[in-house]
């Protein structure tokens, strides 16, 4: 069935550093995929989505580029701050008449002053 | 604010008991999930309806059960309690029934003693 892994946490980062996530999956279709940021005490939000091949989604400095060939979407930022702290977690959902959203884990990101 | 609501925020009950979570989706959204999330278990998938029909089972017990009403708002009912059902309990919910973002609730967190 369809799958979502990515990294391991707990990431631990200083501020200004760059942050990769790794994410991959398995799907038998073609899915939309995205990234959700849960903050403490929080619901889980929408940070950005792709919905097909080589699409790259963006949001708060964030990114993440559908890799159909490796299966891939891994999340990146270039410089993170304090306040991106929080869990992010990879997510499919399946086009093709399929009907759940199956997530990944999720990292836990720490980001120190 | 996802325009998820979800009641109540908080719940403490005994083993044993039964108890039921409710959630409103948002306004035109036909989808409604249920998540479990445990610190040892991550994010868990339990049930997904569409405009008032089963549409998918995750890892749900049998001794929960849901369901989606005439004016879409969606229910959970636990019962038999065990102190392992204590978990944060999310509903999300989507305007189509997949390939869409889900727009997810603050939450539900039952503790049970």
């Known amino acids: 069935g369809d799958s979502v892994t990515q990294m391991e946490g707990p990431v631990t980062l200083s501020e200004e550093a760059f942050l990769t996530i790794n994410c991959t999956y398995t799907?038998?279709?073609?899915?939309?995929l995205f990234w959700y940021v849960q903050y403490p005490g929080e619901g889980l939000q929408l940070l950005l989505k792709?919905?097909?091949?080589?699409d790259k989604g963006s949001n708060k400095g964030f990114e993440a580029t559908y890799r159909k060939e490796t299966t891939s979407f891994h999340l990146e930022k270039g410089s993170v701050q304090v306040s991106d702290s929080a869990v992010y977690f990879c997510?499919?959902?399946?086009?093709?008449?399929?009907?759940?959203?199956?997530f990944g884990a999720g990292t836990r990101l720490f980001v120190k002053a | 604010d996802s325009g998820v609501t979800q009641t109540p925020k908080h719940l403490i009950t005994a083993t044993g008991q039964r108890v039921t979570l409710r959630c409103s989706p948002r306004?035109?959204?036909?989808?409604v999930y249920w998540y479990q999330q445990s610190l040892d278990q991550g994010l868990q998938f339990l049930i997904q309806?569409?405009?008032?029909?089963?549409?998918a089972k995750g890892n749900i017990l049998e001794r929960f059960s849901a369901q989606q009403f005439p004016d879409l708002h969606s229910e959970l009912n636990l019962s038999s309690l065990e102190l392992g059902d204590s978990a944060l309990y999310f509903c999300?919910?989507?305007?189509?029934?997949?390939?869409?973002?889900?727009?997810f609730g603050q939450g539900t967190r039952l503790t049970v003693v």
């Open positions: 999300a919910s989507s305007a189509q029934v997949s390939g869409t973002e889900a727009f």
């Open positions: 309806y569409y405009n008032g029909e089963e549409r």
């Open positions: 792709a919905t097909k091949a080589d």
């Open positions: 799907a038998t279709g073609y899915p939309s």
């Open positions: 997510a499919l959902s399946d086009n093709t008449g399929g009907f759940k959203t199956i």
């Open positions: 306004s035109g959204d036909l989808s």
